[in-house]
């Protein structure tokens, strides 16, 4: 047994690519078959290795899309999904792009329902409180208390005999 490498591997390891790169200065990659590096002498792997990184790291595997859909018409169901994401994610393996981007659109479609709730709001109000009648709030109701409403006489009708 050697525990001494020869003095060829020692300078095949150092010699460099004998290619130029795609912007015209010389590869610095260690040649090893021919002169030339790994990717340079096959150059066809190259785009199966860089889409085989691609599909790895960036695409959801079909079994992580069991997620239901859900609806998300009021507060509560927004809530819900919000809440569901956070515990997903303390949970284990969620992908943390996803949960950002769920949390990045609840946030939006919270200020979308609270814009929807206020306009309603304000439909109501202007219902309730016509600006014709000049009434302040407290006049468009008639707040009396049981006792003025007991004490108060009924409207008398004219009798002809």
Known sequence: MKLKADKGSK???REKCKAQTKAGGPCQAPA???GLCFFHAHPEKLAALGR?????NRRWKFEERDLPDRSLKNIGEVSDLLEETINRVRLGPFDLRAAN???FL???LLKALDQRLEDR???LEAVMLP???G???TEAFEFRSIKEIKNEQPPTSCKSN
């Open 52 to 56: 085989q990184g691609g599909q790895k």
């Open 135 to 137: 009434a302040t709030d």
């Open 106 to 108: 609840a946030g939006i």
């Open 131 to 133: 600006s014709t009648t």
């Open 11 to 13: 300078q095949r390891s």
């Open 121 to 123: 709001l304000a439909h």
């Open 101 to 103: 981007s769920i949390g």
């Open 32 to 34: 090893l078959e021919g």
